[in-house]
């Protein structure tokens, strides 16, 4: 079975720009995860796609946004980039409510903004 | 509100010895409670959940993690390290199955030969 997969690992950009990153999930899942990982500041949660809403936020600006498709797979959005973007993002997948489900994380997309 | 405190930035071990990670929990329940590890470079993988009944876990790669409610706490521990163990771990709480998961700061894990 094939895990969580992210598209792309590496992406450079240049400050003020956007950048689209990209999640597949487990097959059957159907909530989606997105945390950053930036240098000094931990793991922290961005945002729950299920079922193609948007469940939850944390405490990040609205330049960053995304969205969920029909068949689950994910989109993440970063407008108007800033150099503390630069971080390891990781997406993770769930079954969504039930019970003993936990979340499995993909490799991530290393963004580096210039 | 949920946080997971790890109070070692960073441990060093010698391979062979016995290995303990702290970690410590504020929640008003029971949340469900896991270990993860992250190797350079690479995404997480879970190495062992608590969600409820006994309060010893068996994981992966032989880490076991003990729950103990009247001390919050959910520390993880291995009897013997080898050096493929190094790594940063990070504990983690949820408070239901389909929430969002709150992370400690991490511990890098060295061996040393």
């Known amino acids: 079975e094939a895990g969580v997969t992210q598209s792309p690992t590496h992406l450079i950009k240049t400050r003020g720009q956007q950048a689209t990153l990209r999640c597949s999930p487990i097959?059957?899942?159907?909530?989606v995860y997105w945390y950053q990982q930036a240098l000094g500041l931990g793991l922290q949660f961005l945002l729950w796609?299920?079922?193609?809403?948007?469940?939850n936020r944390g405490n990040f600006p609205p330049r960053f946004s995304g969205r969920q498709f029909p068949n689950y797979s994910s989109e993440l959005n970063v407008n108007a980039l800033e150099l503390e973007d630069s971080a390891l993002y990781l997406c993770?997948?769930?079954?969504?409510?039930?019970?003993?489900?936990?979340?499995?994380f993909g490799p991530g997309t290393r963004l580096t903004v210039t | 509100a949920q946080s997971v405190t790890q109070p070692d930035i960073h441990i060093t071990v010698s391979e062979g010895a016995s290995l303990e990670l702290r970690c410590n929990y504020s929640y008003g329940a029971t949340p469900y409670l896991f270990w993860y590890v992250q190797s350079p470079g690479q995404g997480l993988q879970l190495l062992l959940k608590y969600f409820s009944g006994d309060t010893l876990v068996q994981g992966i790669k032989g880490f076991e993690a003990e729950f103990k409610r009247s001390q919050s706490s959910f520390n993880l521990r291995k009897p013997s390290v080898h050096w493929s163990d190094a790594a940063e771990y990070f504990c983690a709480v949820q408070e239901s199955s389909a929430s969002k998961i709150i992370f400690g700061s991490g511990t890098r894990l060295s061996i040393r030969p």
């Open positions: 097959s059957g899942h159907t909530s």
């Open positions: 796609y299920d079922e193609g809403e948007e469940r």
């Open positions: 993770a997948s769930s079954f969504g409510d039930r019970t003993g489900d936990e979340q499995y």
